[in-house]
């Protein structure tokens, strides 16, 4: 009965508009910014392709639809536990076996918008959190942790928002002991407004990658180049991540949602 009432109260405050839906996901297209890796390292993702198979004309008299050409991890998009070796025997690890619980949970925001602007290296701490915790609350157990850097406003822009120079990528992240405490926590997962969960210097880090190490060994979940944090409360949204199924996939873009109260 309880749960019935939050859910129609819901459903008057989605329609009287005192719950909003904000975006939290950039357009999805050939211009969006796609992650470069040392190319010693690895492959890069492909560029995003969108082909045409019909727009109402010969190949398609009445319709238009087109086909994609689209690696999983990009734009907007959810890193499952299968998509590091640390995750990999995860049988609930891939987009397609995860419980769709995890798909809508609540999100705490951590403002680091003024340490990324001044430091384009700066990386979150289990300190930084513990005193986030003690000015907004504690961050519970199946929660994101959302860190706003406001980093979207460069999402149009590849070179600014991957700010490469000689000595590599130089874009926000967290410390292995911080990812070590969301652990402890048992968060959902951690997301970022950057090109993926781990900073730009992370490939150099003493543990190289500790967000993806780390969050996908305790079958946690990433998320990647999320925009309009700054939209959001510290506390109270309600956010709604889910990947595409995609068959033993290891991340998926997502059309990420935040319900907040209309301020
Ligand atoms: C592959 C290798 C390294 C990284 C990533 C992918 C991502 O950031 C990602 O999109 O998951 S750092
Ligand atoms: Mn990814």
Redesign the pocket.
């Known amino acids: 009965m309880t749960a019935q009432k939050t859910l129609s109260d819901l459903a008057v405050a989605l329609l009287d508009g005192s719950v909003r839906v904000v975006d939290c996901a950039a357009p999805l297209g050939p211009n969006t910014p796609l992650?470069k890796?040392p190319p010693e390292?690895?492959v890069d993702?492909p560029k995003i392709e969108i082909h045409e198979i019909a727009r109402y004309n010969e190949t398609g008299p009445w319709w238009a639809w087109n086909w994609l050409k689209l690696g999983?991890?990009?734009g907007t998009?959810f890193?499952a536990p299968q998509?590091?070796i640390t995750g990999k025997d995860y049988p609930d690890g891939t987009t397609d076996t995860i419980d769709p619980q995890a798909f809508v949970a609540p999100a705490n925001v951590i403002d680091c918008s003024r340490e990324a602007a001044e430091n384009n290296d700066f990386l979150l701490t289990a300190d930084g959190v513990k005193a986030w915790e003690a000015e907004y609350g504690e961050i519970g157990e199946g929660e994101w942790v959302l860190m706003r850097t406001d980093w979207d406003q460069y999402n149009t822009d590849e070179d600014k928002f991957l700010n490469t120079d000689a000595t590599g990528p130089h874009t926000p992240g967290v410390t292995a002991d911080c990812v070590e405490y969301l652990m402890e926590k048992n968060v959902l997962g951690f997301g970022t407004q950057c090109?993926?969960?781990?900073a730009g210097m992370?490939?150099t880090f003493d543990l190289p990658?500790p967000?993806?190490n780390l969050l996908h060994k305790n079958n946690r979940y990433?998320l990647?180049s999320l925009t309009n944090l700054d939209k959001l409360p510290p506390k109270g949204a309600i956010f709604i991540a889910n990947p595409l199924k995609i068959v033993r996939g290891?991340?998926s873009p997502v059309r990420a949602l935040a319900l907040v109260p209309a301020s």
């Open positions: 992650l890796l390292l690895a993702t999983e991890h990009s998009h890193d998509h590091w090109i993926g969960t781990d992370a490939a990658f967000a993806h990433g990647a290891t991340g």
